[in-house]
């Protein structure tokens, strides 16, 4: 059946799904759908709104624009005026080179000068007929002759193609075109594609000859027809001139998804956590993340980063015209959503123990409340919307029957309605809330639908409790006191429960650069952010985490074969070496921002500061006479001997880099960090005497003196070699190796703030990284700002940074990796504990300045 013409409705629905392709590929031919048929094909041009519109769209990240036509390269070139960024096409896919003719084989080119002679004799004996030569075909125009002559000059055309022999013949819009090389615009579409790596195609068409092309689409990509005639094309629009309007409303839509539009900030979100895994929800009760049955698991729910076909779960209020308002319960990880007429109360269960055990399951407790009624929507993905994700009805909830891990959604009196969407299926329910209160409960690792023996409300008082009655341990300071003991909850709620490590951030891909690669996963343990986190915590009298990270890390070391020396800068909380690094291209990305990376490729990276905050660990519980014992002093011994023998090693260093190793300044002030507080554990905590450790730092605080400081630049370089700089060069001060008035500190940090800083967020550094795009302020490094700024000083400033840092939080007092400068929204990892232990550490020092 032909499509009818697009309605304006319908263009908007058309578009709008295509518009949110990972990688977009606009194609479309020429003469008839770029530029409107004229008497003289020389002097067809582009309409001008067309041009405009493909030139924009060509200049979107992850966005590519080809033209192809049956014109030779060179007049496509020439008549379309199109800048480089566009991918040009010429003969119907023959030629995609501008110089292709010279490398036209011999005797296709004499066969060419054979066919080019007979053609201009028909030419001659014919009024009205025009050729146009290309390098590997002819085509005869015979669009200004007149109707009665045409039969004429379509059989003396084949009777030439006759008799030079092996040519294929190909008709269009009053065109007869003879190809020396047997191609199709099917062919050439798809050659562009692969080449671009496009997820999507978008292919606009007037001529028979587009045909080839609309028949190579498929999945996702979209056909449109320009004019009548029959056609493989799904949809059709009238004229040049709605080709433009088309052209026009996608680059509107995909830019502004791109930039973002018809996503949820990223600082918007909030975390539930069991210390097991952790889920993120928007401001509206959309539950867009979660892994089961660990947090480094595969998510069931991934709409974040591949919208709603990647799985989410979502409560909302019938209608739903107004906003909501979401606060966290008292001091605790049970979050509230609510709305005038109803509310949804949502955690991961912590009560009986939960978070420490090493198996069982993971219970994810909605409640609804209120009046009216809500709309709520069921929609798992297993495997991140990889493997068919199929539903069946029990009597009290729902079974995912295709999971590997056993799951169910317990929801006794719903009233269910299943429905296939390719191949999985989602569960949509409305109940009534005037009826009472409606409990859902997510229950990972059990197919029970049986009644839980504690009462939800029990249940809920019991996790209210396990996070409140924690944050009643603390010693917080006067300045920001909410802002800290929020911070102090998020990395409490990044601890794995199970084992002792402590996750960097609970999510993997957010992008630090909107559109682009720079997309990680943060699901694991770092060595050093684990323990820069525990001594954040050691700060506010909570030592048990910096405890059960230490044994954590005991056991790591005890099970590795190549020992402390060799620690590796990462790990999975269980304490293994990570899985190989990939990507999951079916998901597009949160704002189109791919590739969706699982797994880590840092782990296989010589990082050399992984010691210096171990020790540097130990020696802060050593200050609040924590309990150490022997295995501890070992460990101490074990770093400063794998310092011993490796600190003169190049590294990737703390930003893991990924080039060639180098001699990272803040990695041979961290190797020395090791050593200096190794001799003060070993004086003042374990009572022993190592003589020879002075002399160690001393050797290597001589070494970074002499190599990493400019004299010239006065700062202190990122590496041994070049005169780059980046803001872990504060480390110098921040962690002692010199005094904080040293004039080479000050001059230092005037030098970071001068040529990292944009408004109130600081790079980590603006040099070359090998990785396409730019990335944020990086929140921890500003944090390291504000500290230096004290030590040398500059109290105002500090004062001022902080303020400006609080206000990147989102409205639930989270903090994600990085900043964007220019928008003020958050990028990166969310939430990330270096951001959270950084207004831990600033709040703490400028309450002392300031008592």
């Not at 493909?54 to 200049?59: I, M």
């Not at 004290?790 to 206000?807: H, K, N, T, V, W």
């Amino acid at each position: 059946m032909a499509p009818d013409f697009l309605t304006e409705t319908e263009l908007e629905i058309t578009l709008a799904e295509i518009a949110r392709a990972p990688h977009l590929l606009v194609a479309c031919d020429y003469d008839g759908t770029v530029a409107p048929f004229v008497a003289d094909p020389m002097k067809a041009l582009p309409l001008r709104e067309t041009s405009v519109a493909l030139r924009s769209l060509a200049s979107l990240p992850q966005t590519s624009v080809a033209v192809i036509s049956g014109r030779s390269l060179r007049d496509l070139a020439i008549l379309s005026r199109l800048p480089a960024e566009v991918h040009l096409v010429g003969s119907h896919g023959t030629e995609f080179d501008i110089d292709f003719a010279l490398d036209l084989d011999p005797v296709l080119a004499e066969r060419r000068v054979r066919l080019v002679d007979r053609l201009a004799e028909i030419a001659e004996s014919h009024e009205g007929v025009s050729l146009e030569k290309k390098p590997a075909s002819v085509a005869v125009h015979y669009r200004n002759v007149s109707d009665t002559a045409v039969d004429a000059v379509l059989q003396a055309v084949d009777a030439v193609a006759t008799s030079v022999g092996d040519l294929t013949v190909r008709h269009g819009k009053m065109v007869c075109e003879l190809l020396l090389i047997p191609t199709d615009k099917g062919r050439a579409l798809t050659k562009v594609r692969g080449s671009v790596g496009a997820t999507a195609v978008l292919f606009l068409g007037d001529d028979i000859t587009d045909e080839d092309a609309f028949a190579t689409l498929h999945g996702p990509d979209i056909g449109v027809k320009v004019g009548d005639g029959h056609t493989a094309a799904a949809h059709r629009v009238r004229s040049t001139d709605d080709v433009a309007v088309l052209l026009a409303a996608l680059c509107a839509r995909r830019s502004e998804w791109l930039a973002g539009a018809g996503v949820v900030p990223i600082e918007h979100h909030s975390m539930l956590s069991d210390q097991r895994t952790a889920a993120l929800v928007t401001p509206d009760a959309r539950i867009t993340w979660l892994c089961v049955p660990r947090i480094d698991s595969s998510a069931i729910f991934a709409e974040m980063l591949g919208g709603p076909g990647a799985g989410h779960f979502s409560i909302r209020p019938d209608p739903s015209d107004e906003e909501p308002t979401q606060t966290y319960v008292d001091d605790s990880l049970v979050l509230n959503t609510s709305w005038p007429t109803m509310s949804v109360t949502d955690y991961l269960d912590c009560s009986d123990g939960r978070p420490n055990r090493t198996s069982g399951r993971n219970d994810l407790i909605r409640v609804i409340e209120g009046s009216g009624r809500a709309v709520v929507e069921f929609a798992p993905r297993l495997d991140f919307g990889r493997f068919p994700t199929q539903l069946e009805i029990r009597d009290g909830g729902i079974e995912i029957v295709s999971a590997a891990d056993l799951v169910v959604l317990r929801a006794p009196d719903v009233e269910w309605a299943i429905e296939t969407n390719g191949i999985h299926q989602t569960a949509t329910a409305v109940v009534d809330l005037d009826a009472g209160p409606v409990t859902l409960e997510l229950r990972c690792g059990t197919g029970s639908l049986r009644p839980d023996r504690t009462e939800e409300a029990d249940r809920r008082e019991h996790t209210t409790a396990f996070w409140r009655d924690w944050a009643l341990s603390l010693e917080l300071p006067d300045l920001e006191a909410d802002a800290v003991l929020r911070s102090a909850l998020t990395l409490k709620a990044l601890c794995y429960g199970p084992t002792g490590a402590i996750l960097a951030a609970p999510t993997t891909s957010l992008p630090e650069f909107i559109g682009g690669v720079r997309n990680w996963d943060y699901r694991y343990c770092w060595i050093r952010d684990a323990c820069m986190s525990a001594g954040a915590l050691v700060k506010l009298g909570s030592t048990e985490e910096a405890m059960d990270l230490l044994d954590w890390l005991l056991q790591v070391i005890e099970t590795s074969e190549a020992g402390a020396e060799r620690l590796a800068p990462l790990y999975t909380v269980s304490g293994h070496s990570l899985p190989p690094e990939a990507t999951i291209e079916e998901l597009a990305g949160y704002a189109g921002s791919r590739p969706v990376r699982v797994g880590n490729a840092a782990d296989h990276q010589v990082q050399l500061d992984v010691f210096g905050p171990v020790v540097e660990l130990i020696h802060q519980l050593g200050e609040v006479d924590a309990p150490l014992s022997a295995k501890h002093w070992r460990l101490v011994e074990d770093m400063v001997n794998a310092v011993d023998r490796r600190w003169r090693e190049p590294d990737q260093g703390i930003w893991e880099v990924r080039s060639a190793p180098r001699h990272h300044t803040n990695s041979k002030v961290m190797c020395w960090v090791t050593v200096d507080r190794a001799i003060r554990i070993a004086t003042n905590v374990f009572g022993r005497d190592r003589p020879e450790w002075p002399t160690l730092r001393d050797q290597i605080k001589k070494d970074i003196l002499t190599n990493a400081w400019h004299d010239e630049l006065r700062y202190f370089k990122t590496a041994y070699d070049g005169n780059d700089l980046d803001a872990s060069v504060l480390a110098v001060g921040l962690f002692g190796l010199i005094d904080a008035d040293d004039p080479r500190f000050a001059s230092t940090v005037e030098a970071v703030e001068t040529w990292l800083r944009t408004g109130d967020t600081l790079y980590r550094y603006t040099h070359e990284d090998g990785l396409p795009g730019e990335e944020g302020g990086f929140n921890l490094m500003t944090s390291w700002l504000i500290d230096a700024k004290l030590l040398i000083g500059d109290i105002d400033g500090a004062q001022q940074l902080f303020a400006a840092y609080l206000e990147q939080a989102g409205p639930t007092g989270l903090l994600a990796e990085e900043t964007d400068p220019v928008s003020g929204r958050a990028l990166g990892n969310h939430p990330q504990a270096y951001s959270h232990l950084g207004l831990i550490t600033n709040a703490l020092n400028l309450s002392r300045v300031q008592s």
